[in-house]
């Protein structure tokens, strides 16, 4: 059985776009509210990481 090294790094792959022509009002704004939060979870992931870096910086400045 074979498999594909791409496979394993998630980073290579775009996410498929949704096709919002189908979507109806309601659907759209669940949509963008999903997505608020998915932000939101991402920029208090990316202050979390600065955060460790910074002390990582600080205790190998010493």
Known sequence: ???DLD???PRQKKPQLKNLDAMNIEDLKEYV????AELARVEEKI???QSHAAAAASFFKK
């Open 47 to 49: 202050k979390a990481k």
């Open 7 to 9: 496979d394993l790094d």
């Open 33 to 36: 509210a999903a997505l608020k």
């Open 1 to 3: 059985m074979a498999f």
